[in-house]
Structure formats: C-alpha cells, structure tokens
C-alpha cells in the first residue's frame, strides 16, 4: 500500500495492485460516507434528438432501446450497487412524472422505492440540482450527493462506481466531484475539462484547470492531441452543504428562491414554488457552478460510455448486413446502403437509399440523410408550434399492468387496444368526463363496477358510465386484451380519479 | 362536302369544315351503327406500379387520383355519351370483380347498369376481348365493339368519341380499328404503330403498315421524327364477327377454348371455363391478334391523354412548391428538393431529400429516388411471395353505402371504424363465422337482429352474434360512425350473406 499511483497524459487506468489498495481505501470510508450518500438522476429532459422515436412525454431515458432495460433503469439498476433504492432521487418535471413512474412500475423488478422530486419549472440542471441538494440536506445536513444524467449508455458499471466511492471521500473534504473521460475522439457534442495539478494520488483526484464548452472540430483536435483534457461526462459528486454554498456565491436567485420557498408550509410550496423558480434564468450546473468554482475537482476514468444523441448513433448498437444497413422491423429493401430503416409496425419499402434513415412510428415517420440527422430538433420545433401531438407522446404506453396502444383519437371519441398481464388489476378509477366500452378478444378478466362483480371473456362486452367506479383484474394465466372505445367530450388520461392502486400511483 | 381531309405527317388535326363534314357522317349513320355499339372496359390488371397507393385488390383504375372520380369511372361517363350505361361491359377477374362493382356502386351518381364479364382466369387481353366478344355476339351478332382501358387519363372527350364513331362505321366493313396518339416525345413505354395507306379518306382511316413493340430510346426518337409512327393507344373498334374470325385463325386455341364453353349449359359453364382458360396461353390482342391481322386499319387521334404508369407520373397532376416538391397530406419538411411526399393520414417529415419519393399509407411505407420508381415492382413481387397483407389490399375501402377504414386486424379478432352515408343501408347479411361488436361514435342509426329493430344512438353498443341475420341503415341526417369490433376463427370480407341488398350486390 504505497499510494504511488502511475499515470501519464494517455493512460489513467489503475494498475491491478493499485485498484486493490483503492478498493480498501473506499471500503474502509464507505461505513462513513456511504451513510450520507444519496444519488439524483436527472431525468428532465424532453429528448428531441431521437424523435420519433421520443418524444415529449416519451423521452429518451424511458425508451427500451438497448437491450431490455430502458437507460433510467439501466441508471437506477447501476446506483443500487452504491445506494439502497429510497436514497434514489429521480428529478423530473410535472409533465413526465406520470410517465417516469409509470415506467418504473412497469418492469421486472419493478421500482417502488425511487424517490421523486418535481422541478416548479424547467429551468436546466443548476436549479434541478439545487433543489434537490436543499430538499435533501433538509433530511440530512450531511449529505453527499452524486448526480447522474438518466439517459447515458455504460455497459461498464464497476469503473464508474469505484471513481464515485472516491468521489464521495473528497466531498465530505469539500471539493466539487466531476469525472472526466478518456476521449475517444475528437467529438464536438460534447464539453471538455483540463486537468490540472493532483490533489490526492490516493483517490486519483485531480484540480478541474478549465472548463471547455463544445470545440470546433479544429480545437477538440487539438485538446484530444494535448493529453489532458477529458470529456465532461455530465456526472458530479458533492456534499449538499458545499454545492448550496457555491450556489449562494455564483447564483444567488436561486439561492434566493429556496429560501423563499423555505418560508412556505410544505402545502403552500407547490402554490409558489412555480413562480419562484419561474423568475430564476434557466442555467446549467457546468455554467452557472463549475466553470466558477475553485472547489471543482476531477477524477479521470475509463468507461464504455456512450451519450446516444442521434438515431444514427443508436443505430451503431444493431449489427448492419452486408451492405451495411441496419434494419429493424418489417422492411423489405432493394440495392440499398448505409442506411438506418425502423419500423414499429408497419411495412416499408425502400429502394435504392443511400447514407439515409426512414423511421416509421405508428403516427410519423421520418426521412432524412443521416448526416443531416441534428436538425430533427427544427422539425420538432414547428411541431411544437403547430402543437401536433405527434411531437408529444408516442401511441404506444407502458402501464405497470401492461400497455395500451391507441388505434383511433377523434375529438368526442377513442379507440385503444389494452393488455393486462396475468395476474395483475388496473386501480379502481372513475372518469368524470368519458364512459368506456369493453370488448374482450383474449383472456379471462374480472371486472367491477359500482361495486357489481363479473368474469367476462372473448367475445364480451361491458359498458363503464362516466362516475361509475370500475376496476379490471386479470384473473387468467394468459394475457387479457381488450378494445377499448371511449366516448366522452374530454379524453386527456388526467381524467381519472384513483381509489385503490396496487403500484402506489 | 368534297371529303378531301387536309392531312400530312406533322398535323392530323382536321380543319373546322372537315370536322362538320364528318360529324355530319357520323350522325347520318350513327342511328345505324350505333343500334349495335357495345363498349368494352378492360379492367382486369393489378397495377401493381402505383403500389402501395394501388394494391392487388385497389388498382390504379379504382383510385381517386385525378380530381374527385376514379379513372374508370370518368372512362364510363366518357362512353355513356356514346352509348346507354347498359351496353357497357367491364371485363375484369372474379377477385377485383366485387372491388370494382362496389367502386362503382360507391360515389354518385352509382353505376347501376354497368354489365360484368368474368374472366374465368386471368390470360393478358386478347382471351378476355375474345371472351367479351363471344358472350356479347351471342345476343347480338352484328355487334361492334368497342375495346377501352380502365385506367387512362383524358381529358378532352370529343377527338376521342369523334373517332370512334368514324371507326364504328369501319368496323362494319370488317376492320380491325386501332387509333394512333400523335407521339409528344421519343416515348419508350408505349408500342408504336405505323401509318400505311390511306383507305377512307371520309373516315380518316388508314392502314396500320406495322406494330412496334416499346422500343429502345434511340429507336423511338427515330420514330417520332420520322412522323408516321403514332403511340398505340390500347383501344380498339372491330365488330364481334370479325374478331372471332381472326381470332379462329391466328388463336386457334382460344377459339377452340370458347367453342368448348358453348357445349355447356350456363350453369356448368361456370365450373369448366376456368380450367379452359387455364389452358390457353396468356396473350395480349395486340400481339396475338392485331400484329398479325391483315384487316388492321389505324384513325389517328389528338388527345390530352396520359397512361400515368408511375408515382412520379401522378406527381405532375399537382402543383409544386417553390422548390419543385410535391405534397400532398401532412407533410412537414426542411430543405426537400424535386421531391413528392404524400401521405394518407398520418405525419411525415423530411429533411434534405433530393429527387425522393416517400409514399406513406396506413400500413405501408415507400422511400425510393424518383428515377427508380420502376421498381416498386420488384417490392411488390417479393411481398406476392411472403403473401404480404400489404400487397392484397389497402386497409380503407369504399362501400356504395360509406366505407371503411380497418384500425387493427389480429388472427381471430379484427377492428373498423365505419362511416355510414345519411339514409343508405348496408344489405341485409350474415356472417358464418364471426360476430361484430358495434359502438356507435355518431349519428342514429336503425339496426334490425333476427327480425327485432331497435333505433342506436352514439355511446350504446350492440352484438351481432354469428349466424344472425342483421342490418343496419343511417336513418338521420348526419353521417353514422361506428366502431366494429369482430371476433371469430375467420374474419374475410367474404364470409357474407346477403339476403337483400339496396345496391344489387
């Protein structure tokens, strides 16, 4: 155990024997830290880069896209290795509470014990992480916090978690954790730290010399050549009580804006907190904290670690044939390469394409060259303005009980096709502004209404009054599936008032 | 009235005086000739070059693509001002055969008196005329003939029925009558005919010296410039007499094959004209019969015609944007050039594309360069192969009484929304092996079960269990919606009885 820790401008791998004695290190302290350790996962953002695939209310993190886990589990799944699931805080927006949770219920395992923290108001990470840091501390004065983007891809967890122990040591010292990565290449989508002198060769802990947004080509060249400086992988690690001081020093409204929430009742808070946070100018924690602070440090690691931002970046995750084209879904093709071909359902046809992407979802498809893959953002900006819901939510939903798929939305009347998986129920519901026929096509399912109980099978209907009281249960071994039709003159999903749920909603 | 018709090889236009001089003609014999005019549409092929717009059981010629009516239905309302709608023959196949008479039935005024000839196996042209010929020689051997295309456009009638009255009057003297488009450009997707000599100057007639199969480019530019080579129209005049007569001689088998269907009752008829069919070689008139005949006399004709034989073809029929795109449905698109982007219903959005098709419809997509649009063939060929859904039938069908639009389809269980017309009914039915679920979203409609009737209004539902007899009839003043909801172990449109019918299906 000598603490002499090699490294050199292109190699921040730990040998063998060093990992051992750091490994000891951080179980030695772990007791300590660990006790005060909570992670946050940002998961506001609405993910427009992979439209339409995502969308607002479908974004990236929740997507299954790799393999089977959607990137928040694959994230959630990671941090249970350091923190139990109730030191979990996924920070979100109103909007995609709803649809984060339902997520979250809805695989095996499911996760019920994730704790959530609503932002008032999107407004970037600074004010989302300080909102969470003051709630936080709130509990415990103590707390060292690790912030985790939700829709990053690593297959490597043990690299990651280890650099976080460490991390969590230098906190409690006071210092501002960020991890920065061995550069692949000379990518512009992404910012960059310089290292600067060590500051403890034990936890391979370095000062952050610099900041740099995303370079020109010209410029990240030049930073990948000169060694020292490594992508800014958007993940921290800091004591809530030294980022709170930090933020009083570099953003005082938002300091201001805690405070001020301070004074409400907690019932009063979510009346004001809006308008508070809405007055804060939106900034990010790498702007408006790190690139000011003298507290930040970094620690290099090597990670297999991809922040997926355009579908043909996804892409490079699917084996291509031999003309180099990946094709996912029913797609028949002639003389085509290079190209990216998705469907979710439906056929296509493409003849002769070259370097382009078709992506078909059940409502919008998408064509374009792929290396004009960035400027979807422009088509779902004048989405946004048109207010298309085909910018919003994907036909498609994951329920805890299964899933919907929506067949047919007119303005006085819907169509979905519903399953439920065995065994489980919907919660008991009414809706104050819509009734619902069922027609069962498969399964055996239980249902009550006002109170009233049937088993209904194949080829049986029933029909749920507005402010009838209803529930459905699976009672089979197979899956139920349903028509779903809905009359009513509002159809919005929030039309729904629960009374017994068995996943907590 | 001196019959000297001023002609030569740039202009076969007539002058004004001759054009009275002949109309003059026409109508002094038309009372003759015309008793026995029968008009023959071809209407037997795939179109399988528009796909996925056309489908197997949605051919080109059913399509709404130009203006508000089919392409056989303006070819009827073409020939009905030469003849009654009764003395119209469509010639098609036992499947397109419901298709194309709901078509007909469908829009208004409906086509009630259209005749239908079946081929009893699809043989290419010349065993469907021959067929056509010797059914309608029966009731009247002098009968003329005249043979028509289902799926051209025209847009200027008079040269057309001008020159059919004048090949009316030909035919009677035993020529096989063809008319010869003036050719616009060194076409080479169409056959050429050469002019030979004058043999009725009154008529405008000529022999026809040559055919020419589509020729090559260079070939074809060599035939426009020559000026007597005129495009092949696909239409015919020759009366049924002297079609069966050269059909003896140079379609012996054929013949034979008709002559076998004469030894048979009507009602065995049925049975063995398919594998007599099955036996004759396919073959089209112009190859079988017209390339051979020595009785082949040529009108030429200058028409605003068009055989739109591509996607790109159709494109022209629309206006273009200022970067010469076409769109046509919800199209939201970024820097598109000479592009065509049409879709039935759902979003398409496009960035950068150059020269590109993309077709969208609600279970298939085409992305392909316009220059290849040809091969959508080979698309087609392939899902023939997997016998693909998508290659069969479009999932929204027009009904006389409304349509429909087929929302999912499973292995036993099968959803429609449908759209019943203010006062039509469907007929009276049954259906073997499903049951229909019926929700109604709109309007009020009278709906007879096994003989008990009961007025429905929007949000109550109904079970049609199999077997049972039922109707339904849009007894109000707005359009009746309604959600069908089917289950059974068969779900063909074919599994229908129908016991009485406003439509005469």
Same mark, same amino acid.
């Given at each position: 155990?000598?603490?002499?820790?090699?490294?050199?401008?292109?190699?921040?791998?730990?040998?063998?024997?060093?990992?051992?004695?750091?490994?000891?290190?951080?179980?030695?302290?772990?007791?300590?830290?660990?006790?005060?350790?909570?992670?946050?996962?940002?998961?506001?953002?609405?993910?427009?880069?992979?439209?339409?695939?995502? *969308?607002?209310?479908?974004?990236?993190?929740?997507?299954?896209?790799?393999?089977?886990?959607?990137?928040?589990?694959?994230?959630?799944?990671?941090?249970?290795? +350091?923190?139990?699931?109730?030191?979990?805080?996924?920070?979100?927006?109103?909007?995609?509470?709803?649809?984060?949770?339902?997520?979250?219920?809805?695989?095996?395992?499911?996760?019920?014990?994730?704790?959530?923290?609503?932002?008032p108001?999107?407004?970037?990470?600074?004010?989302?992480?300080?909102?969470?840091?003051w709630?936080?501390?709130?509990?415990?004065?103590?707390?060292?916090?690790?912030?985790?983007?939700?829709?990053?891809?690593?297959?490597?967890?043990?690299? +990651?978690?280890?650099?976080?122990?460490?991390?969590?040591?230098?906190?409690?010292?006071?210092?501002?954790?960020?991890?920065?990565?061995?550069?692949?290449?000379?990518?512009?989508?992404?910012?960059?730290?310089?290292?600067?002198?060590?500051?403890?060769?034990?936890?391979?802990?370095?000062?952050?010399?610099?900041?740099?947004?995303?370079?020109?080509?010209?410029?990240?060249?030049? +930073?990948?050549?000169?060694?020292?400086?490594?992508?800014?992988?958007?993940?921290?690690?800091?004591?809530?009580?030294?980022?709170?001081?930090?933020?009083?020093?570099?953003?005082?409204e938002l300091s201001e804006a805690l405070r001020t929430l301070d004074r409400y009742?907690?019932?009063e808070r979510?009346?004001f907190a809006?308008q508070e946070f809405?007055r804060i100018?939106?900034?990010?924690?790498?702007?408006?904290?790190?690139?000011?602070?003298?507290?930040?440090?970094?620690?290099?690691?090597?990670?297999?670690?991809?922040?997926?931002?355009?579908?043909?970046?996804?892409?490079?995750?699917?084996?291509?044939?031999?003309?180099?084209?990946?094709?996912? =879904?029913?797609?028949?093709?002639?003389?085509?390469?290079?190209?990216?071909?998705?469907?979710?359902?439906?056929?296509?046809?493409?003849?002769?394409?070259?370097?382009?992407?078709?992506?078909?979802?059940?409502?919008?498809?998408?064509?374009?060259?792929?290396?004009?893959?960035?400027?979807?953002?422009?088509?779902?900006? *004048?989405?946004?303005?048109?207010?298309?819901?085909?910018?919003?939510?994907?036909?498609?939903?994951?329920?805890?009980?299964?899933?919907? +798929?929506?067949?047919?939305?007119?303005?006085?009347?819907?169509?979905?096709?519903?399953?439920?998986?065995?065994?489980?129920?919907?919660?008991?519901?009414?809706?104050?502004?819509?009734?619902?026929?069922?027609?069962?096509?498969?399964?055996?399912?239980?249902?009550?209404?006002?109170?009233?109980?049937?088993?209904?099978?194949?080829?049986?209907?029933?029909?749920?009054?507005?402010?009838?009281?209803?529930? @459905?249960?699976?009672?089979?071994?197979?899956?139920?599936? @349903?028509?779903?039709?809905?009359?009513?003159?509002?159809?919005?999903?929030?039309?729904?008032?629960?009374?017994?749920?068995?996943? =907590?909603?």
């Amino acid at each position: 155990m000598d603490g002499d820790i090699k490294m050199n401008n292109q190699d921040f791998s730990l040998h063998e024997s060093d990992q051992v004695t750091i490994n000891q290190a951080t179980k030695d302290l772990q007791g300590n830290q660990f006790d005060h350790f909570y992670a946050i996962i940002l998961s506001g953002g609405a993910g427009t880069r992979l439209w339409p695939l995502s *969308r607002e209310l479908s974004p990236k993190q929740i997507l299954r896209l790799f393999g089977t886990d959607s990137l928040i589990r694959q994230t959630i799944t990671r941090l249970t290795k +350091l923190v139990k699931e109730e030191r979990i805080h996924i920070v979100t927006g109103q909007r995609l509470f709803d649809e984060i949770r339902n997520h979250l219920l809805t695989e095996f395992p499911p996760c019920r014990q994730v704790q959530y923290i609503l932002e008032p108001a999107a407004r970037n990470t600074a004010p989302a992480v300080a909102l969470a840091a003051w709630q936080i501390a709130k509990q415990d004065p103590q707390a060292i916090l690790g912030v985790f983007p939700s829709d990053h891809f690593i297959t490597d967890d043990q690299p +990651l978690l280890d650099a976080v122990r460490r991390a969590a040591i230098a906190a409690k010292d006071g210092w501002l954790v960020t991890f920065g990565l061995q550069p692949e290449r000379p990518e512009t989508g992404f910012g960059y730290i310089e290292r600067g002198e060590p500051l403890s060769p034990e936890l391979c802990l370095f000062r952050a010399a610099r900041f740099i947004e995303k370079p020109d080509l010209e410029i990240a060249k030049g +930073l990948v050549a000169a060694g020292r400086f490594f992508w800014n992988s958007g993940m921290f690690v800091f004591s809530a009580h030294t980022l709170l001081e930090e933020v009083e020093r570099f953003l005082p409204e938002l300091s201001e804006a805690l405070r001020t929430l301070d004074r409400y009742s907690p019932d009063e808070r979510v009346q004001f907190a809006q308008q508070e946070f809405e007055r804060i100018p939106p900034v990010s924690l790498d702007y408006g904290v790190m690139e000011k602070s003298e507290r930040v440090a970094m620690i290099p690691v090597s990670l297999q670690w991809k922040d997926v931002g355009s579908l043909p970046a996804l892409a490079e995750f699917h084996p291509k044939d031999l003309a180099d084209n990946v094709t996912i =879904g029913h797609i028949v093709q002639e003389g085509c390469r290079d190209s990216l071909l998705y469907s979710d359902s439906r056929l296509i046809a493409a003849i002769g394409l070259e370097n382009m992407m078709v992506i078909d979802t059940p409502d919008a498809t998408l064509v374009c060259p792929k290396e004009r893959a960035q400027e979807v953002s422009k088509i779902v900006a *004048r989405l946004k303005e048109e207010k298309a819901p085909e910018s919003v939510a994907q036909r498609y939903s994951h329920r805890p009980w299964g899933f919907y +798929l929506e067949l047919e939305k007119g303005s006085s009347y819907q169509v979905k096709h519903i399953e439920v998986h065995p065994g489980k129920r919907l919660s008991e519901q009414l809706h104050r502004h819509r009734s619902e026929h069922w027609i069962i096509l498969q399964g055996t399912a239980k249902v009550t209404i006002d109170g009233s109980e049937k088993i209904v099978q194949p080829n049986e209907s029933l029909f749920i009054p507005a402010n009838a009281r209803h529930r @459905l249960e699976n009672v089979g071994k197979i899956p139920v599936h @349903l028509i779903e039709v809905q009359n009513g003159e509002y159809l919005g999903e929030d039309d729904i008032v629960r009374f017994t749920d068995d996943f =907590g909603r």
